[in-house]
Every structure is written in C-alpha cells, then in structure tokens.
C-alpha cells in the first residue's frame, strides 16, 4: 500500500528472442527468483517511496495468477473509466 492505497507492482521477465540468451531464460515463475532478488526488490520499493515522501506498506508478494487477475481488473477500470 502507498499511503493507504492499494499500488500494486508486477515483476516480468522478458522472453529471449530465438538463438539470443539471457540471464532470464531460466525464470518461469515466482519460484525461479531467488530470495535475494526478491528481498532486493522489495528494499528498492520501500527506500525510494520513502525518499519520495510516501508512506509504504507492503503486504506480500502474490503469484502469476493474482497478477493477472490484478491487471484484467485494471484494464476493465480503466476501459469503463475511458467509455
């Protein structure tokens, strides 16, 4: 949450193109992400809220089904806000 209000954040990881590789070609799912990784990114949330002034409160880290859930959603808001 960033100052009360739910802010949602999505990690991706590319998709090498044939015959190019990548750090990230192993990286399927949240599971494939190391602890470390994970823990970094979650400090990188946190200190630049912060140091743009924003109160941060994070609630977790969720799978690839709750990210696509929370992006149909937002494409469904944003399309009724847009009508």
């Known amino acids: 949450k960033k100052n009360g209000e739910e802010n949602d954040r999505?990690?991706?990881c590319p998709v090498s193109l044939?015959?190019?590789a990548s750090a990230w070609d192993a990286v399927r799912t949240l599971?494939?992400?190391g602890e470390r990784v994970?823990?970094?990114l979650?400090?990188?949330l946190r200190d630049y809220q912060t140091f743009e002034g924003s109160t941060i409160e994070l609630?977790?880290?969720r799978d690839a089904a709750y990210a696509?859930?929370?992006v149909r959603g937002s494409m469904a808001a944003w399309?009724?806000?847009t009508a």
């Open 38 to 40: 994970l823990r970094e």
């Open 31 to 33: 599971e494939d992400v």
């Open 18 to 20: 044939p015959g190019a």
């Open 79 to 81: 399309k009724q806000k």
């Open 10 to 12: 999505l990690i991706a």
């Open 59 to 61: 609630t977790g880290i």
């Open 42 to 44: 979650e400090a990188f």
């Open 68 to 70: 696509m859930e929370t």
